[in-house]
């Protein structure tokens, strides 16, 4: 064995990683981004928790509770005369509990149970408040929640995000090789030459890959709702549209990495730092309200971010076209494919 040689390769191979900006960046950079972004995303409380209060409580009792709960950095307290009202703004997406203080001493909450991460820092909050006003013995009821079970699961939270995950990575992943292989042998030059316009060339590649987009989403909501016995409340349709809108977005941004990269390897590099960020910034495995406010912008500009509000929405509250959260979605997703299929025409168009 000739040492000589071996680091002669050596050297060489590292002098042509430091001549690839991108294939440095991809080493260096992208794992360093990868752990910035897992610890600003996973495991923070959330804020900004609205939650209403209906105060009929003894006056000292209630002084020292809702002096607690005031001071909480996740809630922001706000007040109803009638639990009717409470509950109203629950049922309007407005509010996450409603913590009735009651003449007799006693604390009565009902929540929205849709996000059990949300769900744990109010009855935490909650508790810290009871232990300050009284050693921790108020008896407490929980009512039945307005939304969700009264003892959710995670993975009810957790599959409306991982079927966004799952339509969004796929879909751009399946439609990001669609150019690489025919610049390569030279298919996609004959197009062009045939007088073909850019723009009919990403409409025939959506057509073709919306037939295998429809049977993914289909496979996905069929195992979430048969194989894990995940609840669908609202319509099985809506929820279909909006990961089928989705997916089409989703094919946009892979026809953008597919008409930017020269090969195969590279796409899979372009692919890397969106799908990542799609994962930990869009609520999927944490809730959105738990992110720095700096961040909170970022994940809201996502188009996962919005689906998979939107699925929590259909899936466990059975909302419909009526919510924002619901019909925001599908104005997000249009909007961000319109935005790729404009860049993915003018890419292709400068390089043919």
């Given at each position: 064995m000739n040492f000589t040689r071996i680091y002669a390769i050596a050297a060489r191979k590292f002098a042509t990683l430091r001549r690839d900006k991108r294939m440095f960046g991809f080493i260096v950079i992208m794992p360093a981004l990868q752990i910035l972004l897992f610890g600003w995303a996973i495991g923070g409380a959330p804020t900004g928790i609205d939650v209403i209060v209906?105060?009929?409580?003894?006056?000292?009792?209630?002084a020292v509770m809702i002096g607690h709960l005031e001071g909480s950095e996740s809630l922001v307290i706000n007040y109803a005369t009638s639990v009717e009202s409470a509950h109203e703004s629950i049922e309007d997406g407005n509010a996450w509990a409603a913590i009735h203080l009651q003449s007799n001493g006693d604390i009565e909450l009902t929540m929205d149970n849709s996000n059990q991460q949300i769900s744990n820092v109010i009855m935490i909050e909650v508790r810290n408040a009871m232990q300050e006003a009284s050693g921790g013995q108020?008896?407490?009821?929980?009512?039945?929640?307005i939304y969700g079970e009264r003892d959710p699961s995670f993975i009810d939270f957790l599959a409306p995000g991982i079927m966004t995950l799952v339509c969004f990575m796929f879909s751009t992943i399946l439609t990001s090789m669609a150019f690489v292989g025919e610049r390569h042998d030279g298919t996609l030059d004959r197009i062009f030459a045939t007088g073909t316009k850019p723009m009919e060339v990403l409409f025939g590649h959506l057509t073709a890959f919306t037939l295998i987009l429809v049977g993914q989403v289909t496979v996905v909501i069929a195992i979430s709702a048969f194989g894990f016995d995940i609840p669908i409340v609202g319509s099985v349709l809506l929820l279909f549209a909006v990961c089928l809108l989705l997916g089409w977005a989703a094919m946009c941004l892979g026809l953008v990495v597919s008409s930017k990269a020269k090969s195969e390897f590279q796409a899979m590099q372009l692919n890397m730092p969106m799908l990542f960020p799609a994962l930990l910034l869009s609520g999927i495995l944490w809730p959105v309200q738990a992110l720095p406010n700096w961040l909170q912008p970022v994940s809201w500009a996502l188009p996962t971010t919005w689906t998979a509000e939107a699925c929590r929405s259909i899936m466990i509250r059975g909302w419909g076209l009526e919510s924002?959260?619901?019909w925001m979605a599908f104005i997000?997703?249009?909007?961000?494919?319109?935005?790729?299929?404009?860049?993915?025409?003018?890419?292709?168009?400068?390089?043919?």
């Open positions: 209906i105060d009929d409580g003894p006056p000292a009792q209630s108020l008896p407490m009821s929980i009512s039945e929640p924002e959260s619901v997000a997703n249009a909007l961000f494919a319109v935005i790729m299929l404009a860049i993915a025409c003018r890419t292709l168009k400068v390089k043919s």
